[in-house]
């Protein structure tokens, strides 16, 4: 007893592990001392290390800053400890030294002071706040939206370059080039001609280059010009600095950064670091890290630096409570790979260089995992298994009751939060708010199970494009960019999509606003979520390709629903929603791709019609349209009165007064979203309603419409899914493939002695055959038989001439994009896009009228090869003898006859690309008035071709 007693008194280890104690630590402390509240030890290091003895620690730690030296590491055996402030945001850590400066005037408003020999500063803080490396063009607070607050086309030209001295360790910073995020360059020189040269560009998953005007270049003594902005030359140890008109030099505090991690937890699955708990910190001064963003995420557009203020590895109930993390360089939690019930409340995050808050797993995790966009699997070899290989990932944590706001200041690729191969991810109670890029971020579908609620999420996207203020993507391991193979597989394996997201993600009871994409955006693959009482302000709602996605009980104001190039079959579901907007869709619906469910629904649009425009495709048959009676719009409460018609389609009031962060002194100062006025705008659509299930998505050879196996069907016709095989699904009578001996359900397997797999196999064949007579292969009755063709139609891909101008007028059955359509027929070939269909169109068609019916003998095309990708053609063709017009219902044989199909995908393209699909020996086609050519994308992104120039002979 005695010997325990004494153990108590002097707060040592040396007498052996003992029960939970208090330590005290203290800026006025020391280290000799034994950490008592009348001696406390003056570093958390310190008192880290006399905690280890003892079970369930609690160090209190004193106001004031903490320049730690190094980085705070905790390990396992440190499990049990809880570092806390004694007053919440009172003590400081700080990963920065303070500089003792002794300024000079230099010139034009610019001081100058000696710094301490071998110093690099990567961030300078005056009394507290972050300055700006010297930059052009200048910043400009007034522009929050706009590319770095200051860009310019000429950032780094030769030009402007000419006035640097020496610019090597300065950096570029530019957006991608289609505002999918930036990249960061550092300058290593000038050539010998005075050009710029730098490294880096890695930062972002969709390399594709810089944009050519969002550009801004920092860390150039030339371009120190502008209050707040500044210089160092680690050469001759000078700081260069211009004040704010009427600031205090020589009484201002003046901090460098030091440490890109704070703190971190060193543990593992095997031996985790447990329950710690950091409590009531500030955080300050951790480094920027963008120039170390190398690392590719899961085919999303996201690279990461793996590392953050805070970093975890291998921990389980490690919780970060009421901590303010300010003006961080870079992440300001980084939760990296194992680590279960993780808890981040009550924190303050802002200003940071980069993310909020990381989860982020192995990739050695993922089964067949990918990490550059064009990547593909071969998605008849990838491993079936469902869930992830190994425990090394992040999961069961939270995030809750946040406020994370000024997210992204340096990397133009962040997230208040951000989710990337993890499982069972809560988001609870948080606001978030001004992001360069998204608010909440789920980079992948792997393992799902995460629940995001109670959320207050707006402006988003501040100086990005094309996402949203959720933002998901799905390109797991059943996701192709070809999106018919991943269909060909799934077709065949429903479950498919579900290897990777294995549990069902939910956005529930959250406000969300984006002004430069979409409130929640599902992107790319994103599958199985169910998304419900929401209030979304803006945006809207988009899916696009995934399967499995439920939205029900939302209110989407002056917006709607967005659902973009969707699979067969995709079991998605729209329903008992409140819109003020008709589906705004990307090639939905269409034959096969139409949802599960899109019905039941409440148009407040203003234009009762609108809810009935894509009722011939099965969409909205029993939604209703009228006045939804809100309670007090004008006051953010979009709650239906009494009698609304909303509560006719099953919709429910929720809670319109409990979004965003609780915590009382957090509440007090967020920021809440500008409710807008109700606008009522007729849908402007992206394709005529009337054109829906118009377009016969077929191909056809020979007069004969073809058919890919699938499924059984192999065997059903007696063949390997190895030798594959086209089925003539129908071969009218009189039609070239008849009167050479082909019949329906004739399986082709080869011509010319080439193997032919599939639809795109046999049209890159007989496209390059041209005039050759054919030698078939076909599998008939589970006999091969070999059937000779001559004479037929087939493909002259010409190699030179030019066309002439004709005065016959061409229509699209949707817009295209670029030229006027006239140009098709002016006799001309230019370098563009000509009138092009939108990226993912793949039923666009062109037709033409021929003024009365005349015998067609060749139909001739001509692409221009732009941007190295649209010169090849995909096309299928169709007459019409009509008197009338025949409209775009190309499958109604009694208008519309299909002539054949091409492909040049796999041809040697040149500038111009002329394919004309000539009649053969028997002369004519016969006699038409009308041609249409119905056009498929000819690249994996979904690109179409660039035609010029359309004739008919």
């Known amino acids: ?129 972050n300055q700006r490396m010297a930059r052009y063009p200048n910043y400009d607070a007034n522009q929050p939206t706009a590319a770095y607050q200051g860009y310019a086309a000429d950032a780094f030209s030769k030009e402007r370059a000419a006035g640097w001295a020496d610019p090597a360790g300065g950096y570029i910073h530019a957006m991608h080039k289609n505002r999918w995020g930036g990249y960061h360059y550092r300058i290593t020189g000038k050539d010998a001609k005075g050009e710029v040269v730098y490294e880096g560009g890695w930062q972002n998953n969709r390399k594709m280059g810089m944009h050519k005007d969002y550009r801004m270049v920092e860390n150039i003594f030339e371009e120190l010009d502008a209050p707040g902005e500044w210089f160092h030359n680690a050469k001759s140890g000078t700081l260069y600095y211009m004040p704010e008109a009427g600031a205090d030099l020589e009484g201002a505090q003046v901090e460098v950064v030091r440490l890109r991690h704070l703190v971190e937890f060193k543990g593992s699955a095997k031996k985790p670091v447990r329950r710690v708990t950091l409590q009531g910190f500030t955080v300050r001064h951790a480094a920027r890290t963008f120039m170390d963003c190398k690392e590719q995420m899961l085919r999303s557009d996201w690279a990461i630096y793996r590392g953050g203020a805070f970093m975890l590895t291998g921990t389980e109930e490690v919780s970060i409570l009421d901590c303010e993390f300010d003006q961080v360089g870079g992440n300001a939690v980084f939760v990296n790979n194992y680590n279960r019930r993780t808890l981040v409340k009550g924190c303050h995050i802002h200003d940071a260089g980069a993310s909020g808050v990381c989860f982020v797993g192995d990739p050695d995790a993922v089964r067949d995992p990918l990490f550059e966009y064009r990547e593909k699997n071969d998605l008849d070899k990838i491993d079936r298994t469902v869930g992830p290989k190994t425990d090394n990932y992040p999961a069961e944590s939270t995030v809750e009751d946040c406020l994370i706001h000024g997210i992204g200041r340096v990397e133009r690729q962040p997230a208040g939060v951000q989710i990337e191969m993890a499982m069972k991810i809560t988001v609870r109670d948080c606001s978030v ?77 959250s406000r969300w606003r984006c002004d430069h994409g979409w409130d929640i955006d599902l992107d790319d693959g994103s599958s199985n979520y169910d998304i419900y009482n929401n209030l979304m302000l803006n945006g809207g709602l988009k899916f696009r390709e995934g399967f499995r996605r439920r939205a029900w009980n939302n209110v989407m104001v002056n917006n709607g629903f967005h659902p973009h190039v969707w699979y067969n079959n995709s079991g998605d579901e729209f329903f008992a929603n409140i819109v003020m907007r008709a589906p705004l869709g990307v090639n939905v619906p269409k034959e096969g791709a139409s949802g599960k469910r899109i019905d039941g629904n409440l148009f407040f649009t203003g234009f009762p019609e609108e809810k009935d425009y894509f009722t011939a495709s099965g969409w909205d048959v029993n939604s209703l349209s009228g006045d939804a009676l809100f309670v007090d719009p004008a006051g953010g409460d979009f709650s239906v009165k009494d009698g609304s018609p909303a509560l ?7 809670p319109m007064d409990s979004f965003g962060v609780k915590k009382a002194t957090l509440k007090a100062i967020a920021k809440t979203p500008v409710i807008p006025e ?21 191909s056809y050879w020979l007069g004969a419409r073809l058919h890919d196996l699938s499924g059984e069907e192999f065997s059903a016709y007696g063949a390997g899914k190895e030798d594959g095989g086209v089925v003539l699904a129908s071969v009218p009578e009189g039609s070239p493939a008849a009167k050479a001996g082909l019949r329906k359900d004739d399986l082709v397997q080869g011509l010319n002695g080439r193997k032919v797999g599939n639809i795109a196999d046999l049209l890159t064949v007989y496209t390059a055959l041209s005039d050759a007579a054919l030698q078939v292969q076909v599998l008939r009755n589970q006999q091969s038989e070999a059937i000779a063709v001559g004479g037929a139609p087939f493909v002259d891909v010409v190699a030179e001439g030019k066309p002439v101008p004709s005065a016959k007028k061409v229509v699209a059955n949707q817009k295209t994009n670029n030229d006027p359509l006239p140009i098709l027929v002016d006799g001309q070939l230019n370098q563009g896009y000509g009138p092009v269909f939108g990226n993912g169109i793949s039923d666009g068609a062109y037709k033409m009228d021929l003024g009365k019916a005349v015998p067609v003998s060749a139909i001739t095309s001509w692409s221009c090869n732009q ?87």
Request: charged letters at 20%.
């Open 1 to 129: 007893m005695k010997n325990k007693t004494m153990c108590l008194m002097v707060g040592l280890v040396a007498c052996g592990s003992v029960d939970a104690m208090d330590i005290h630590v203290a800026p006025n402390g020391s280290d000799r001392n034994p950490g008592t509240a009348d001696a406390p030890v003056a570093s958390l290091a310190k008192a880290r290390d006399l905690a280890r003895s003892h079970n369930d620690a609690t160090v209190h730690v004193a106001d004031g800053v903490y320049y730690l030296p190094e980085t705070l590491v905790f390990t396992p055996e440190d499990s049990g400890v809880v570092f806390k402030a004694m007053n919440e945001g009172g003590a400081v850590l700080s990963g920065g030294s303070r500089l003792d400066l002794k300024w000079a005037p230099f010139k034009n408003g610019i001081f100058k002071a000696k710094t301490p020999k071998g110093l690099e500063i990567d961030q300078l803080f005056i009394n507290g706040r």
């Open 433 to 509: 708010y001004d992001t360069a890029r998204a608010g909440l971020n789920i980079g992948d579908g792997c393992w799902g199970g995460h629940l995001i609620e109670g959320c207050d999420v707006f402006d988003t996207v501040l100086e990005t494009h094309d996402h949203g203020s959720f933002n998901s993507w799905g390109r797991d391991r059943f996701w192709h960019s070809n999106r018919a193979e991943s269909q060909r597989v799934i077709d065949q394996e429903p479950n498919l999509p579900f290897l990777d997201a294995m549990h069902t993600t939910v956005i529930r009871n």
């Open 648 to 654: 006719e389609i099953g919709f429910k009031n929720f």
């Open 678 to 698: 109700l606008v009522f705008e007729r849908t402007k659509l992206r394709m005529k309603p009337t054109t829906m299930k118009k377009v016969a998505l077929g």
């Open 867 to 953: 941007g190295g990708s649209r010169g090849a053609q995909k096309v299928t063709l169709y007459a019409s003898a009509s008197q009338q017009d025949p409209g775009w219902d190309l499958g109604d044989a009694s208008k519309f006859v299909p002539l054949g199909s091409f492909d040049t995908t796999k041809m040697e393209k040149s500038e111009f690309s002329g394919v004309a699909f000539r009649a053969g020996q028997n002369g004519t086609f016969g006699s038409f008035r009308w041609i249409v050519w119905q056009v498929s994308p000819v690249t994996s992104r979904g690109e179409n071709s660039a035609f010029q120039e359309l004739v008919v002979e």
